[in-house]
């Protein structure tokens, strides 16, 4: 399968999830900042990895990880509406916490440098 339309395929996914996730669902276990990051398409079209990143507490994470797997089957349904695809793909949510760990890591790099120029700056006086 060409990359170019398979690239499309996942940029137009990741778009009509993120809208039906913001418009459609109307689950109250949702978190309020949920976003798709990356979709993740097999060259054969047939399964798909939806990367999820949800900004809130532990059980907010796993809540809405748990509502949208249970709304696979609508999001399915909804995406043959709207895409042109012969065959809409199997569909597996995945929590994604690489957002959260870049902050955790950049705090702890920003703590280090802060540390480093205090301490500086009493060798200095």
Do not use: C
């Not at 507490?57 to 399915?76: D, N, P, R, V």
């Not at 690489?98 to 705090?107: T, V």
């Amino acid at each position: 399968m060409d990359k170019k339309r398979i690239k499309r395929i996942e940029s137009e996914l990741k778009k009509e999830i993120s809208a039906l996730i913001n418009t459609e669902l109307k689950n109250p276990r949702i978190a309020p900042i949920t976003s798709i990051t990356e979709v993740d398409l097999t060259d054969d079209l047939q399964s798909a990895k939806i990367y999820v990143s949800v900004f809130g507490k532990e059980y907010e994470k796993k809540e809405t990880i748990e509502a949208l797997q249970h709304s696979i089957g609508f999001i399915k349904r909804e995406l043959g509406k709207r895409m042109q695809l012969r065959h809409i793909p199997e569909l597996k949510i995945i929590l994604d916490e690489h957002i959260e760990e870049a902050m955790r890591m950049e705090k702890l790099i920003s703590d280090v440098i802060k540390k480093d120029e205090e301490a500086r700056n009493e060798r200095e006086e």
